[in-house]
T-cell receptor, first 114, second 113 residues
Framework: NAGVTQTPKFQVLKTGQSMTLQCAQDMNHNSMYWYRQDPGMGLRLIYYSASEGTTDKGEVPNGYNVSRLNKREFSLRLESAAPSQTSVYFC?????????????FGPGTRLTVL | GESVGLHLPTLSVQEGDNSIINCAYSNSASDYFIWYKQESGKGPQFIIDIRSNMDKRQGQRVTVLLNKTVKHLSLQIAATQPGDSAVYFCAEKTDSSASKIIFGSGTRLSIRP
């Protein structure tokens, strides 16, 4: 099993450009998440999908949109990138509570917005 | 917001000694807690979890203690090794219906040879 995979690993954008970060998991997990991690800040939840077909806002959703394409895939879209969105983005997945709520994380996407 | 990353609190421990990393959580209604380890350039990795109906749980070389009275969580690592060098995060589950987990501030663990 590959676990959680993310593409791309690195990306540089200019202000105003758009892009989509891809995430896929092969563990048959129901829930998926997008976090950002900034220098000087901890991990912050952007959006999550508790199950296929549902998405909800997390702590810092402004400037982002998400799509739960199917049970495996959860994408994050920046419609008009801003320098404040420079960060490392992590996707994660977990089984539904109560069997376990442990999250498995992908390797991250390092995004720089100039 | 949290104050981690470049200004992370750092714990420096002699190799072979025990490490204790502390965490204060915010929501008295949280019912599930997790410790993660994050090595440089990688995503967080699950270490150990504990439910609110327990006050102690042991894993391989790690122990988590939960004190609900003062909303405090600790991670003890026995016989610390160089491979334990990382940033450690505690996380709490605050919403029973949506599997949403909130991360707290991290602590950088540094191992002295």
């Amino acid at each position: 099993n590959a676990g959680v995979t993310q593409t791309p690993k690195f990306q540089v954008l200019k202000t105003g450009q758009s892009m989509t970060l891809q995430c896929a998991q092969d563990m048959n997990h129901n829930s998926m998440y997008w976090y950002r991690q900034d220098p000087g800040m901890g991990l912050r939840l952007i959006y999550y999908s508790a199950s296929e077909g549902t998405t909800d806002k997390g702590e810092v959703p402004n400037g982002y949109n998400v799509s739960r394409l199917n049970k495996r895939e959860f994408s994050l879209r920046l419609e008009s990138a801003a320098p404040s969105q420079t960060s490392v983005y992590f996707c994660a997945s977990s089984e539904r509570w109560p069997r376990t709520d442990t999250q498995y994380f992908g390797p991250g996407t390092r995004l720089t917005v100039l | 917001g949290e104050s981690v990353g470049l200004h992370l609190p750092t714990l420096s421990v002699q190799e072979g000694d025990n490490s204790i990393i502390n965490c204060a959580y915010s929501n008295s209604a949280s019912d599930y807690f997790i410790w993660y380890k994050q090595e440089s350039g990688k995503g967080p990795q699950f270490i150990i979890d504990i439910r609110s109906n327990m006050d102690k749980r042991q894993g391989q070389r790690v122990t988590v203690l939960l004190n609900k009275t003062v909303k405090h969580l600790s991670l003890q690592i026995a016989a610390t090794q160089p491979g334990d060098s990382a940033v450690y995060f505690c996380a709490e589950k605050t919403d029973s219906s949506a599997s949403k987990i909130i991360f707290g501030s991290g602590t950088r663990l540094s191992i002295r040879p």
